[in-house]
């Protein structure tokens, strides 16, 4: 199976977008997030950034394992 440049950056594109969505909402439920950024304390800015990097990674790697080396021949 090849793996073309398009494929790759939709993999990044869609995993960093559904990890951000991901990510803010886990911390919205929590109770991390205020109406702006500036109000925010640093630990509050630390644990949502840490969020949305954590599941960012988690969904590009997820959606890349599917788009490219999912195969059931391979399980």
Do not use: D, H
Not at 1 to 21: H, P
């Amino acid at each position: 199976m090849s793996v073309s440049v398009f494929g790759i950056l939709m993999a990044v594109a869609l995993g960093a977008l559904a990890g951000t969505a991901i990510g803010l909402f886990i911390g919205f439920a929590a109770k991390q997030q205020k109406s702006e950024w500036s109000v925010m304390t640093r630990k509050e800015k630390t644990i949502n950034i840490a969020l949305v990097l954590f599941f960012s990674a988690v969904c590009i790697a997820g959606i890349a394992w599917y788009m490219f080396g999912y195969s059931p021949a391979t399980i």
